[in-house]
């Protein structure tokens, strides 16, 4: 093999959607625990760029408990499993073909990006759709919360992503 031809990942290294789907894992898990989301309603000013990102990062939150038995633990948590299997659903589907092309391009950032981006508004809509009795306007309004919520915190999952193999 020529040494211009050698491939520019290594066997090592996980898949581009491997690594974004485990971001994606520890991003929701950390983020959206209640201990940090505790801190980050006690602890940060959301009238400040910072603070009101740090309080966005909590945006899929998980609980242990429900203090709701009217929709019970699952209906809390939907929000935040949707998100994470959407992400992994969408990192492997959508970069596949692109990546495959120009490994270990920008590429790699964009889709694991844009993966997130439409992760979080999908399972905002799923899970208002399942859990709510309201309106279909109002599913939809909560929609741009979650696409919101994946544009600004998927630029983390497209790091995540960028280097590994297709």
Do not use: K
């Amino acid at each position: 093999m020529a040494l211009t031809n050698r491939p520019r990942t290594v066997q090592g290294y996980g898949t581009a959607a491997g690594t974004g789907t485990l971001a994606a894992l520890i991003l929701v898990g950390v983020c959206g625990s209640p201990w940090y989301v505790g801190w980050a309603e006690d602890h940060t000013d959301p009238n400040s760029a910072g603070g009101w990102y740090l309080r966005l990062l909590a945006w899929p939150a998980w609980r242990l408990d429900s203090a709701d038995s009217a929709h019970g633990v699952l209906a809390t948590d939907l929000r935040a499993i949707l998100v994470l299997v959407f992400a992994a659903a969408l990192l492997y589907l959508l970069p596949a073909g692109q990546v495959a092309r120009v490994p270990g391009s920008a590429s790699q950032f964009f889709s694991g990006w844009a993966a997130y981006a439409l992760a979080g508004a999908a399972a905002t809509l799923v899970a208002a759709l399942l859990t709510s009795d309201g309106s279909l306007l109002a599913a939809f309004e909560t929609t741009g919360t979650g696409a919101g919520y994946g544009f600004f915190a998927g630029w983390i999952i497209g790091l995540a992503s960028l280097g590994g193999r297709a």
